[in-house]
Nanobody, 127 residues
Framework: QVQLVESGGGLVQGGGSLRLSCAAS????????MGWFRQAPGKEREFVAR????????YYADSVKGRFTISRDNAKNTVYLQMNSLKPEDTAVYYC????????????????????WGQGTQVTVSS
């Protein structure tokens, strides 16, 4: 079992930055790819970014490419999402998720590829 707890959300002006963190419990964290998703009001949850278990492969949604950076620190059981140049359309609840396919380095853009989810953290970007 893996438990995930997100933090770092808040209110920021457009053009600003935030860094989200996702702390994971469990010894197997370092074996799993991790992802970030987001859900805006009235919209479906959507893929944002993903990082492979060693951190060697990263994947991004086109809407955040060049602005967001996903990273991980396996010694701290934590994955991060650095968000720069934020836009009002980035406003959403952000969720981290774990893909329990051990040592899998491929892409994973779909929700059903992830087995564990955090409770989410709200990010609000004002115009």
């Amino acid at each position: 079992q893996v438990q995930l707890v997100e933090s770092g959300g808040g209110l920021v002006q457009g053009g600003g930055s935030l860094r989200l963190s996702c702390a994971a419990s469990g010894r197997t964290f370092s074996n799993y790819a991790m992802g970030w998703f987001r859900q805006a009001p009235g919209k479906e949850r959507e893929f944002v970014a993903r990082i492979s278990w060693r951190g060697s492969n990263t994947y991004y949604a086109d809407s955040v490419k060049g602005r967001f950076t996903i990273s991980r620190d396996n010694a701290k059981n934590t994955v991060y999402l650095q968000m720069n140049s934020l836009k009002p359309e980035d406003t959403a609840v952000y969720y981290c998720a774990a893909d329990s396919r051990t040592y899998y380095s491929g892409s994973g853009y779909e929700e059903d590829e992830y087995n564990y989810w955090g409770q989410g953290t709200q990010v609000t970007v004002s115009s």
